[in-house]
């Protein structure tokens, strides 16, 4: 705001000193009065302090009806100014006008083109999917057949490490059998060698001792009728196995409840050579991974 704006419009110290004369006059008739104070007295000084009050309230009320005269002013002009601007926005509304024809033409002739560019990438899009859809299922389909063949490649490489390992056990066996000391040794070592390297492919051996009790859930018997749980076992016939943590293989056994079914007897040497383990003890079909 200016400093013309902050200055009032009118003198106010006349209106001052005036209210400072009636009040003076208030307090000297209160003065020379002598109580009791009569009607007049009190009369006087009241009209004396109500007067002084009216003026030194008056300049504020002439300075607020003089500053609502001058934005009153003000607002006129700054109306007379907008009116006289109403020529120019005529005349550009008016230009606006000639040119907006001009501008719907080539927005509709935008909005066409993009109607066509939107439904070639529409078609183009749905070929796309479909071509995507079909290459999605013919890698499936090939991947599918890989391991498929991945599968059958590690059921025969598991089928010919557990055939090894069979004879590798039915050597070992007859070995045992035939109290060579040092035979026994050479075989066991190389069957320790053997079972070790299985275990690094994940083929671990399920081997039992002597004395164990029987568990239907854990053993498969080699004979014929099967001996109730919790027989002692006498013997290994084919060792058991796991792979990656999942039996594949219990071990076969017999007990002392089907003594006819032992194949651990001296002149036996062919049969314990190649066990022929039941159905259930072979490798099942390799969805073991």
């Known amino acids: 705001m200016s400093d013309n704006s902050s200055r009032s419009p009118v003198a106010r110290w006349p209106f001052f000193l005036g209210n400072a004369l009636m009040l003076a006059a208030a307090a000297l008739v209160h003065y020379e009065s002598r109580p009791p104070m009569t009607g007049t007295a009190l009369a006087l000084i009241c009209g004396c302090v109500a007067f ?3 003026l030194g309230i008056l300049p504020f009320l002439f300075a607020h009806r ?23 926005i005529a005349r550009q509304i008016a230009l606006a006008t000639s040119q907006w024809q001009t501008v ?25 999917a479909e071509f995507m859809r079909q ?49 026994i040794q050479q075989l066991t070592q190389f069957q320790n060698h053997l079972r070790e390297a299985a275990r690094r492919v994940g083929l671990v051996p399920v081997t039992v001792e002597p004395g164990e009790a029987f568990d239907p859930g854990k053993h498969h018997f080699a004979g014929a009728e099967q001996p109730p749980a919790g027989a002692p076992i006498e013997g290994l016939v084919a060792t058991g196995f796991s792979f990656r943590g ?21 002149g036996s040497a062919a049969p314990a050579a190649n066990p022929a383990p039941p159905p259930a003890a072979a490798p099942a079909e390799p969805r073991l991974l």
Not at 162 to 176: F, K, R, S, V
């Open 66 to 88: 003089v500053e609502l005269r001058r934005a009153e002013t003000e607002t006129l002009a700054n109306a007379v100014a907008r009116i006289q601007n109403l020529e120019d």
């Open 52 to 54: 002084g009050t009216l």
């Open 135 to 183: 290459a999605n299922d013919t890698e499936k389909a090939t991947l599918r057949l890989e391991v498929e063949k991945l599968h059958r490649a590690e059921n025969d490489w598991l089928q010919a490490v557990i055939h090894m390992l069979d004879h590798t056990h039915a050597l070992h066996g007859a070995a045992a059998r035939s109290g060579k000391t040092a035979l």
């Open 246 to 266: 999942k039996i594949i293989r219990p071990p076969l056994v017999h007990c002392a409840a089907a003594p006819a079914e032992a194949p651990a007897e001296a």
């Open 104 to 128: 719907q033409e080539h927005a509709n002739k935008a909005a066409a083109a993009a109607g066509e560019i939107g439904e070639r990438m529409t078609r183009e899009a749905k070929a796309f």
